[in-house]
């Protein structure tokens, strides 16, 4: 497993070894020892969660005001533009992004601590991702930040497109206004 600081280097890049032949691929998605070794982190992981998208979706950017998740992620069918933002106060890195294109192809993972939001941009003709949390879903606690926020100015590579949000993620408040709310 290699393991790759960010930007941001409390969000990492997670590259497998992968060993393939003629018949296809086999490689450990998670084993939390090699896990541990390699980032230091001990981490429990409470749920799992599958999410299929269709191109040019676009989920986030959620998090939790309490409660918050830690996750793991990796797409497992297509491609996705993935996006951690740091919403921890005091933090160095305060109100910064960082994205990769997580792929089948590419196998890479991301991981994205608690104090975070997180969301993607559906690549490809549709996308499975499938994501490990450190706490359960809590609605109660849920909250989102614009995904086209002026305050981040995320690069979201959506070539000229708009892409397709919820109701919710359309709502959403701005950076600012999103993050007088984390401890509430």
């Not at 450990?28 to 070794?37: A, D, G, I, L, M």
């Not at 799992?48 to 950017?61: A, E, K, T, Y």
């Not at 608690?114 to 690549?123: D, E, R, S, T």
């Not at 919820?166 to 950076?175: I, Q």
Request: hydrophobic share 40%; with cysteine; proline share 5%.
């Amino acid at each position: 497993m290699k393991i790759t600081p960010t930007s941001i280097p409390d969000v990492l890049l997670i590259e497998p070894k992968v060993f393939g032949d003629a018949r296809g691929f086999f490689f450990e998605s998670f084993n939390r020892q090699v896990f541990r070794e390699a980032t230091g982190l001990d981490l429990d992981f409470v749920q799992d969660n599958h999410s299929r998208s269709g191109q040019g979706v676009l989920r986030g950017l959620h998090y939790q005001v309490q409660q918050p998740q830690g996750k793991l992620v990796r797409v497992v069918r297509g491609a996705v533009f993935d996006v951690a933002v740091d919403i921890r106060q005091g933090s160095a890195t305060f109100g910064q992004w960082v994205g990769m294109t997580l792929s089948e192809e590419n196998q890479q993972q991301m991981w994205v601590p608690p104090g975070f939001a997180h969301g993607f941009l559906v690549l490809s003709e549709s996308a499975d991702v499938l994501y490990k949390t450190t706490d359960y879903y809590a609605p109660v606690h849920e909250r989102c930040i614009r995904w086209d926020d002026e305050a981040l100015a995320i690069g979201w590579p959506l070539a000229g497109r708009t892409p397709l949000v919820s109701d919710k993620d359309a709502r959403a408040p701005g950076f600012h206004a999103a993050i007088a709310t984390v401890g509430t």
